[in-house]
């Protein structure tokens, strides 16, 4: 996808019926709609945006 320079998945959890994971994307202008389609492609759902960082530099917690 444009102007995404790095992605992070983590698996969280497992349960019966679904496995929750965790995705970290970085990159600059990122057009969080094409996100969600994508993932919805492939059988995803985004339920939460847990973080948001903006700036010249980004600070980490």
Do not use: F, R
Request: proline share 2%; glycine share 6%.
């Amino acid at each position: 996808m444009p102007n995404i320079e790095g992605v992070n998945i983590s698996l969280v959890e497992i349960d019966q019926n679904t496995e929750s994971v965790k995705i970290a994307i970085e990159g600059n202008d990122i057009n969080i709609k094409q996100i969600q389609e994508l993932m919805k492609d492939h059988g995803a759902v985004i339920h939460s945006i847990d973080e948001v960082a903006v700036g010249k530099k980004i600070v980490t917690i």
